[in-house]
């Protein structure tokens, strides 16, 4: 009476096999295990196929259950490889191994032997200890901190023999390219200078450049998940060390392709580290997928969630550098008030009366059309940022089928239509002019969640030599003013012309840093994005901030009478509700200063609007929410 297991390596699944005596009712207990970890497993009769990470997640259940009903298991070669890594990665998870000679007194001299040539701060050096003294890491530090610099000498301390492979935001490709140079001695006879090969261009593309096992190799994720079978191969047959930077895009795990992509060769590497300053940018259940990326099968990422004290479970899987220990000055925040014209605040009535009557008495529990939820959250967004986004949007979708006064729409729509520019966008203009005539030195960022608004502002600051980022402006050479990388040196200049960059924070924020040369950043708008808002903050505040340096932020919010309430107000609220429940999970209570890490891409606007943001704007619209702090956010 057993049951077979094997590991699947081509599939990365595990397929579990009865033998003809093993008891229907065992049979049954053990595929009532596997659908409750994977409940949309399929079972053939006596045989089904799992991923193997699901798989892992069992073991300990099915050596219990094999105690109980005196059942056998027989293991394939390749199972049996697996399962006593995966027992190794077990223990060194509770027993964390230490180095011979590593030390923070003497890490810095270990790594000069190798070639490392930078000094590393304080904090640094502590981090790279603590993850070089695990089987794999997570690095949660503040955005500035240098978590870029740890990587790669945890990467020498541990596995300099090992391929590496980086899988990052297209933005932060020049980020690992610059540590290679930055960090490392060239004329050193241990400095590796290999640079970072570019994995793209298709299964084609990437699979011509890993036959030439490359010593570094760097893919973004939206390439990843195209390819992840040719990584996967790779993997097998090569030792590999596989970084994740901005680890929280798979926070959405097997529901998303970036998170079952990353989930579905987890086992593969020979080490696993992460990175990001945001591991919990919406709830507590985003870190879920990173802890079971790092520690697959080990049930961590559940343990954290049911925990009465999350904290507690996570202090001992991460490294973090908080704000404080960075030394810098603080953000001088400013918050604007807005009135809306006439035109606006009619607009944007309609659409609250419209919201509340479709959504009366939603609660956090509510059975509702979610997607339809968001997509008026973005009409109120638009509207209180810059209204004739929404008549575009409204005119072109037979008016959302949402409203249904036609006659006072189209009076509304040409009223809005006619001023053209919001009163944010032209008191966003009127700020950004005072700054940059009163300090014939300074430079300003402007952010904007809406790509027209981005290109409405640079053409309205041209006298200022503005430009624009958004995702519609490519990645490429630096001396191009066609990409980023040129709009972004170009800023960098000396040139008194180019003071004013514009941007969308969804495409701009990652891999970037302004603040040697910009003290200034704009908001136009918001969205419910925590990691969106802090991270674009902290392209300006970070490591390497000249001494005494003040870095101002300037907050736009639309007002609106209390008795209507203002979507800015319920987007500020959130905002705070979210660092809260980071800052308790990570224990840190520099968060109010912390800058989040990027985010790939252009993702829309509504992706991280969740059910409780919905309900807090329902309640700030029926004029019950409280009035939101400012302390943060």
Request: net charge negative; aromatic share 6%; with cysteine.
């Amino acid at each position: 009476m057993t049951i077979k297991l094997e590991y699947l390596e081509r599939e990365q699944k595990g397929r579990i096999t009865a033998s003809p005596e093993l008891e229907q009712a065992v049979w049954a207990r053990i595929t009532g295990l596997a659908t409750r970890v994977q409940p949309d497993l399929p079972i053939r009769g006596r045989v089904f196929d799992m991923d193997w990470a699901a798989l892992l997640s069992m073991v300990a259940r099915l050596a219990d259950m094999r105690k109980q009903f005196g059942f056998g298991i027989e293991y394939s070669g390749g199972a049996r490889d697996q399962l006593k890594r995966f027992r190794e990665e077990y223990i060194a998870l509770r027993e964390p191994r230490t180095l011979p000679n590593l030390s923070e007194q003497s890490v810095q001299e270990q790594l000069g032997l190798l070639g490392f040539g930078r000094e590393l701060k304080d904090h640094q050096r502590r981090d790279v200890v603590l993850m070089a003294a695990q089987r794999n890491g997570a690095n949660f530090s503040v955005p500035g901190a240098g978590k870029t610099t740890v990587a790669l000498a945890v990467h020498l301390l541990t596995n300099r023999d090992a391929h590496l492979l980086v899988v990052a935001p297209k933005n932060a490709f020049a980020a690992w390219d610059d540590v290679i140079s930055e960090s490392l001695i060239q004329s050193h006879p241990e400095a590796d200078m290999t640079p970072f090969v570019r994995l793209e261009e298709g299964i084609d593309g990437v699979r011509a450049a890993l036959r030439a096992e490359p010593r570094r190799a760097i893919i973004s994720y939206d390439q990843l998940i195209r390819v992840p079978e040719v990584v996967a191969d790779f993997m097998r047959s090569h030792r590999v060390h596989l970084i994740v930077d901005e680890s929280h895009k798979m926070k959405s795990g097997g529901f998303s392709q970036r998170g079952a992509a990353l989930l579905s060769i987890a086992h593969l590497p020979i080490r696993r580290d992460i990175m990001s300053g945001t591991p919990m940018p919406n709830a507590l259940v985003d870190v879920v997928p990173q802890i079971d990326f790092l520690w697959p099968g080990q049930g961590l990422g559940r343990q954290i969630v049911v925990a009465e004290n999350p904290a507690q479970i996570l202090r001992p899987l991460y490294v973090r550098a908080r704000k404080s220990e960075l030394a810098l000055p603080p953000v001088v925040k400013r918050h604007h008030a807005v009135t809306m014209s006439d035109a606006q605040l009619a607009f944007y009535s309609l659409v609250r009366d419209a919201i509340l009557q479709r959504m009366a008495g939603v609660s956090a529990n509510a059975n509702i059309d979610l997607g339809a939820a968001r997509m008026a959250v973005v009409r109120l967004l638009q509207i209180s940022s810059n209204p004739v986004l929404a008549v575009r949007a409204m005119t072109s979708q037979q008016l959302d089928n949402f409203l249904h006064n036609d006659d006072t729409l189209e009076a509304i729509f040409t009223q809005v239509v006619a001023e053209r520019d919001s009163p944010k966008l032209l008191a966003t203009v009127a700020l950004a002019r005072e700054i940059l005539t009163n300090d014939r030195s300074a430079r300003v960022v402007i952010w904007s969640i809406f790509r027209e608004n981005v290109e409405r502002l640079s053409s309205l600051l041209s006298e200022f030599g503005a430009t624009f980022i958004h995702g519609g402006v490519p990645v490429g050479d630096p001396n191009n003013l066609d990409t980023r990388e040129g709009r972004i040196r170009a800023f960098h200049s000396n040139d008194l012309h180019g003071r004013v960059l514009v941007a969308n924070p969804a495409a701009c924020s990652e891999g970037i840093s302004l603040h040697r040369v910009c003290h200034h950043a704009i908001y136009v708008d918001r969205s419910y994005n925590a990691a969106h808002f802090l991270q674009s903050v902290d392209r300006i505040h970070r490591l390497g901030l000249p001494p005494e340096t003040l870095t101002y932020v300037h907050v736009m919010e639309s007002v609106a009478p209390g008795v209507i309430g203002a979507i800015d107000y319920s987007v500020r609220r959130r905002l705070i509700d979210k660092l809260n429940m980071m800052a308790n999970a990570l224990e840190d209570i520099d968060l109010r200063q912390l800058a989040l890490d990027e985010q790939e891409g252009e993702e829309p606007i509504d992706y991280d609007i969740t059910l409780d943001d919905i309900v807090d704007l329902i309640n700030e619209l029926s004029g019950t929410a409280p009035e939101p702090g400012e302390e943060l956010v």
